[in-house]
């Protein structure tokens, strides 16, 4: 595979930072910096962010967004249900974009790996 597409996908993403998430920018920026196409794939966690822009020259998709807008307002069990939902919702997107990559690399292992895996 001499240029793969690879998408980076991470349930958090800036403006959330933590190590992950400046790990996750690092990765994507490095590999765009060697011409190998590489996309950050992250959930949607307030809707005022944009549901698509670049970062340091990488580009970022926030998807879930109507998922986990406002879900600090319900219970917790609720919160983590619609959490969950969104999980599973980039499950489906990772699929219904899996001709867009070739490699997915998954930052957190947590429940996103299992959406992601199938």
């Known amino acids: 595979m001499s240029n793969p ?6 349930p958090t993403f800036h403006p959330l930072i933590g190590g992950a998430e400046k790990q996750a ?3 994507g ?5 060697r011409d190998i196409q590489a996309t950050i794939i992250t959930l949607h966690h307030d809707i005022s962010w944009p549901a698509r822009e670049k970062i340091e020259g990488v580009p970022i998709i926030r998807i879930g967004g109507k998922l986990l ?3 600090k307002q319900f219970p917790r069990p609720c919160q983590k249900l619609l959490y969950l939902l969104a999980l599973l ?4 997107s990772l699929w219904q974009r899996r001709q867009h ?3 997915l690399h998954i930052y ?3 429940l996103m790996a299992l ?4």
């Open 115 to 118: 959406p992601a895996a199938f």
């Open 89 to 92: 919702f980039m499950g489906w």
């Open 5 to 10: 597409r690879i998408y980076i996908a991470i």
């Open 25 to 27: 920018l690092m990765q």
């Open 108 to 110: 957190h292992l947590n």
């Open 29 to 33: 920026r490095s590999l765009c910096a």
């Open 101 to 103: 990559f070739d490699i």
């Open 69 to 71: 807008h406002n879900r």
